[in-house]
């Protein structure tokens, strides 16, 4: 679901001999075990052996490749997981089903390092904070060439007024797509009226002549290559895009848009409750959300890290989104079964030759 930019050979060069003294001869006798559940490519490994090397407690990682796919494998048993790190309606789902135990981010030493604004965004989906600790964050939003579009972008019309046939590339997302015609439309992305989710089918049904493809990460790639005009992307793919071809622009439309959040949580089966506690403490540190935040470039909420990016970056709405170009946007909450379900019906109808 995110990717970091960090070619996996840097692993490799990971040896003792460029460790600290306190490192390769001296780590800690290993005293406990904790089973952490994440996104591939979600965090740097070297924080996972610092972790270790600075508490004696060892972490088995274990990877999804999406929210639906960790849900999975997670309700399955297989596995004891102690931490997990999803995505913000997938939480709520867990949260609503029993499955994630409750925290008290005040025990967090490091709690402060979160802003304010990223507490306030999990309350739609973990009312109370009581459950969760954001890790990443970011907006979906139109990335284009400015060597193809000509006119500024500010609004999602850019994909629907049959301008650009052919050289659009929407998102093969059932919720991302949907989201896109519904804040055009100027509803809610968490709608639960059916007469608004069937107006949105009606729209991307007339787009769908002018789509060149559903891609997922692919879609940034098609921007970069100059295979399409525009994209509708996650802003750390977009951020990353711009560092392959400056002639890219990423824009959160004006109508608003997703503000998506991805949250660490301890489920209800931990076997050590106190170590997982260190775990999401850790990861709140400066030191450690930095080192996170260079390996996957997605936005961070550790506003230490923020304060020490340079103007220029702090001034990316692709990497630091601002207040203002937010201020419509939504974070995606779990709608009723009866409207998911004619969702996913409309959309396989929609993705249908």
Known sequence: MKKRWISLALAAVMVCAVLPLSGCGNKKE???????????????PDVLDQFTEETGIEVKY???????????????????????????YMIQKLIDEGELQEIDINELENKDNIGEKYWTFSQAFDPGNKYTVPYFWGTLGILYDTTKVSEPVDSWDVLFNHEYAGDIVMQNSMRDTYMVALKYLGYSL?????????????????????VQAYLVDE??????????????VYSGEAYLGNQYNDNLAYVIPKEGSNVWLDSW????????????????????REDIAQKNFEYIYYSTPNDAVIESLSDEDRANEALVPSDDATKNCEVCVQTNPEITDLMNTLWKELKAD
């Open 30 to 44: 290993i005293t406990g075990t904790l089973t952490v559940f994440n996104y591939g490519e979600y965090i740097d």
């Open 62 to 88: 274990e990877e999804a490749l999406t929210p639906e796919e960790m849900y999975t494998k997670y309700k399955t048993g297989a596995i004891q997981y102690d931490l997990l790190c999803s995505t913000d």
């Open 190 to 210: 968490n709608t639960n009226n059916e007469n608004e989710i069937r107006q949105a089918q009606e729209l991307l049904l007339e787009q769908k002549p002018d």
């Open 265 to 284: 949580c301890v489920t209800k089966g931990c076997n050590d409750t106190e170590a997982a506690m260190k775990f999401l403490d850790f990861l709140c």
């Open 219 to 232: 879609a940034r790639d098609e921007v970069v290559a100059g295979n399409a005009a525009m994209a509708v």
